[in-house]
Structure formats: C-alpha cells, structure tokens
C-alpha cells in the first residue's frame, strides 16, 4: 500500500502528520507513506533513523483554512493538497488523507482525482459516535448543500459498501433521516429517496429520526450536505452544551466536588466514547481513488486513526467495488 500524506494541512500541522505517519510506519512496515509538503518544515521533525517506508514529497505552497477552494486548488497547484491528489491520480498513490481545507479537499477530489463513472455527486462520510460503540456512518455532512433522490441512493450504496469492505460489516443497515420514522413522512425529496432506497440491493431499514441515530438503530445513514450537517452540529452543540451544565453543577457546592471526584473516572470514560478523534477519517466517497479527510484539529493519534481507516478501505478493495457497482450506470 501506498498512502500519501498532506503534512501541511490541519491546525496541528505539519507536526501532527508526520508523528502519526512515524508511528504508523513503524507499526505497519507493509505500507509505504509519503510526506507531502514543505520539506524544510517536515524534515527535522523525523529526526536520525527515518523509517525506510517514509518519505517525502515536495510541495512548496500550502492551502490555508481560509482560501476559497476551487480558486485554491486551481492557483496553488505545487500546494501539498493538489499534490498529494495527483500521487493519486497518477497511480503513485493508493490513497491521500488531509486535515486541511474541507472545501479544498472536496475541489481536489473532483478537478485532480476526478469522480468515478455513474457517481453524480460524491459525499463526505464521517463516523460518528454511538452508544453501542459500534459507530455510524453518516453521509452526506456537508460536501453537497442539495441533493436528487438520486443522489441519496448512492450515498446509501456507496456507505454500505463502505461499511463492508472498511469495518467488515456483512449486511450493514442504511437508515434515511427524516422526521419521522413512518413511510409517507417527510418532503418529495425523501418520500422519492425512500422509495428508491427500498428497491435498492441493500439493508434499508428506513426512516430514521435525528433522535435516534446515536442509538445504534442503523449502521449509515442517508442524508444531503444541509440536513446532515445541521444534525452534526445539533448533536456537536448539544454534547458541548451538557458537558459545561455537569461541569457548572459538580462544581456548585462542597459537596458537588467530592462527588464529582468520585464520579471523574467515569465521566473521563463517556467523553472517551464520545471523543471525535476515535472516529477521525472521512472518505470521500465517489471518486476515483481514496481521498481521506481528517478532522482540521486532528492530533497525532488522530491521524493515526485516519491511517488506520485508510489502510482497511485499501485492505477492502473500497474503490473497485464502487467502481463495480456503478459501472454501466
């Protein structure tokens, strides 16, 4: 396998990159990684002994959070990002990651990598954290702000094939999210997905209300850019706002804060469960290669989990058998 690495992308970089891709390297010596960036910024940060399954690639120019994607990936094509999107575009290559510009990376996708036949739209497919720790794929979250039918069904058989061929689940559920759980709910948008979802060759349990995805109802879940990152940033703003309530409570009285000395170990390991990082590593799903996003304040050990995404899709054979789903589509 060979994974490309943008190491200049995301707000830790490029320390953050490059420590995950020396553990990694170190851990799976079948894979070869290459650094992409600024070789000046990334080389003393190896120190002696650099793996021999490490390398790096020059790319001078960098795509900042703040760069207008399409305009950034069309300008700055010696950026680490584009660079990196041709490693794989051009079979050097199996697979990029990046933390950096989620606009940019989607730009780079479509213009360096290029979609796959019969994919129309292709979708950001992050993991989300359950309670049965089984966790959820959701697309799309924010790739595409509107969506076809159409559309939908596709992200419903490309995250089943996902699911398969990454996390080795035999018959994933797909679940559409709507606002409600009966057929006949919810706009002409959805009625028509859920329709199309029912006849396609996939595990469709329908409808599934916000509420509920955390709960293990489903494996994926089906949504356009819009509704979908709303749902992220309810469930995001939620989490954040009962963690500062506990924390203003357990901190109110005496008596509070001995209780919550007591209650820390537990409290540390439901924000383990739900910690982001564990589940750091978002295809891109519909294109012509694997390109992986990473969370813009991935840490080390989270990128270290991207890689580990990353290897098991390449493991699963995730692009051919896209590639075979659509083909004639």
Same mark, same amino acid.
């Given at each position: 396998?060979?994974?490309?690495?943008?190491?200049?992308?995301?707000?830790?970089? *490029?320390?953050?990159?490059?420590?995950?891709?020396?553990?990694?390297?170190?851990?799976? %010596?079948?894979?070869?990684? %290459?650094?992409? $960036?600024?070789?000046?910024?990334?080389? *003393?940060?190896?120190?002696?002994?650099?793996?021999?399954?490490?390398?790096?690639?020059?790319?001078?120019?960098? /795509?900042?959070? =703040?760069?207008?994607?399409?305009?950034?990936?069309?300008?700055? %094509?010696?950026?680490?990002?584009? !660079?990196? $999107?041709?490693?794989?575009?051009?079979?050097? +290559?199996?697979?990029?990651?990046?933390?950096?510009? %989620?606009?940019?990376?989607?730009?780079?996708?479509?213009? !360096?990598?290029?979609?796959?036949?019969? /994919?129309?739209?292709?979708?950001?497919?992050?993991?989300?954290?359950?309670?049965?720790?089984?966790?959820?794929?959701?697309? =799309?979250?924010?790739?595409?702000?509107?969506?076809?039918?159409?559309?939908?069904?596709?992200? $419903?058989?490309?995250?089943?094939?996902?699911?398969?061929?990454?996390?080795?689940?035999?018959? *994933?559920? !797909?679940?559409? &999210?709507?606002?409600?759980?009966?057929?006949?709910?919810?706009?002409?948008?959805?009625?028509? +997905?859920?329709?199309?979802?029912?006849? +396609?060759?996939?595990?469709?349990?329908?409808?599934?209300?916000?509420?509920?995805?955390?709960? $293990?109802?489903? =494996?994926?879940?089906?949504?356009?850019?819009?509704?979908?990152?709303?749902?992220?940033?309810?469930?995001?703003?939620?989490?954040?706002?009962?963690?500062?309530?506990?924390?203003?409570?357990?901190?109110?009285?005496?008596?509070?804060?001995?209780?919550?000395?007591?209650?820390?170990?537990?409290?540390?390991?439901?924000?383990?469960?739900? =910690?982001?990082?564990?589940?750091?590593?978002? *295809?891109?799903?519909?294109?012509?290669?694997?390109?992986?996003?990473?969370?813009?304040?991935?840490?080390?050990?989270?990128?270290?989990?991207? /890689?580990?995404?990353?290897?098991?899709? &390449?493991?699963?054979?995730?692009?051919? +058998?896209?590639?075979?789903?659509?083909?004639?589509?």
């Amino acid at each position: 396998m060979k994974i490309a690495v943008d190491a200049m992308g995301g707000d830790h970089a *490029p320390q953050a990159p490059v420590e995950a891709v020396l553990q990694a390297a170190s851990e799976w %010596t079948d894979t070869h990684f %290459t650094l992409v $960036g600024q070789k000046d910024r990334i080389q *003393p940060l190896l120190g002696a002994g650099v793996p021999k399954n490490v390398s790096i690639e020059e790319a001078p120019e960098v /795509i900042e959070a =703040d760069d207008e994607p399409v305009r950034a990936v069309r300008r700055k %094509t010696g950026s680490s990002m584009v !660079v990196a $999107g041709r490693m794989v575009k051009e079979g050097a +290559a199996d697979a990029m990651i990046s933390a950096g510009n %989620t606009g940019a990376l989607m730009a780079t996708g479509l213009l !360096v990598v290029g979609r796959l036949p019969g /994919i129309e739209r292709p979708g950001l497919a992050p993991m989300l954290p359950t309670i049965d720790d089984a966790g959820l794929l959701a697309l =799309d979250l924010g790739a595409n702000m509107d969506a076809k039918p159409e559309h939908l069904l596709q992200y $419903g058989l490309m995250g089943s094939l996902y699911r398969q061929k990454a996390h080795g689940i035999e018959r *994933p559920r !797909v679940g559409l &999210l709507n606002v409600g759980t009966e057929a006949a709910k919810g706009n002409e948008q959805s009625k028509a +997905a859920f329709e199309l979802l029912e006849q +396609a060759p996939i595990h469709f349990v329908g409808n599934v209300e916000a509420r509920d995805v955390l709960y $293990g109802v489903c =494996d994926i879940i089906v949504c356009d850019g819009f509704s979908g990152n709303i749902m992220l940033k309810a469930i995001e703003g939620t989490a954040e706002a009962i963690f500062k309530l506990l924390k203003r409570e357990l901190t109110a009285t005496v008596t509070s804060k001995i209780g919550a000395a007591i209650l820390k170990p537990a409290f540390r390991r439901i924000r383990d469960k739900m =910690d982001y990082n564990e589940y750091n590593g978002a *295809p891109l799903l519909g294109l012509n290669g694997l390109v992986v996003k990473g969370h813009g304040s991935s840490n080390a050990r989270a990128m270290k989990i991207a /890689i580990r995404q990353t290897r098991s899709a &390449l493991a699963g054979g995730l692009i051919d +058998a896209i590639k075979s789903e659509f083909s004639g589509k």
